[in-house]
């Protein structure tokens, strides 16, 4: 099936839909890729954490349910402390290169 109008994004379109990501972000992007073994080791210490956060939950009906909160909050806490680090790896550089501020 063909196409009556131009396929290009207008103006608006291309304000909405594309995206380029900033130096910042690539930087924390490419970091966390580098080190994402932190994060699949931190599941495993994160156990007690993830267990703690979803222990009060209603409605679960089986214990595989309930497991498979317990590894999402496992995933979610492992994400977060990435994260984290990843911004207290790049964020004081990036912070001395852009705006010539040097953390004390």
């Known amino acids: 099936m063909q196409r009556d109008s131009d396929g ?3 103006e608006l379109q291309r304000a909405l839909l594309e995206y380029s990501p900033t130096d910042l972000e690539e ?3 490419e970091w966390t890729r580098e080190h994402w ?3 699949a080791r931190a599941m495993v210490y994160n156990k007690s954490e993830g267990d703690q956060m979803v222990s009060g939950v209603q409605g679960v009906r089986s214990d ?3 497991l498979v909160m317990q590894v999402a909050a496992r995933v979610a ?3 977060r402390e990435l994260l984290i680090r990843g ?3 790049i964020l004081p550089e990036w912070l001395e290169q852009r705006y010539g501020l040097t953390p004390k």
């Open 77 to 79: 806490i492992s994400e």
């Open 27 to 29: 930087s924390l992007i």
């Open 64 to 66: 595989e349910g309930q």
């Open 8 to 10: 290009t994004p207008n």
């Open 87 to 89: 911004i207290a790896a």
């Open 37 to 39: 073994p932190m994060a």
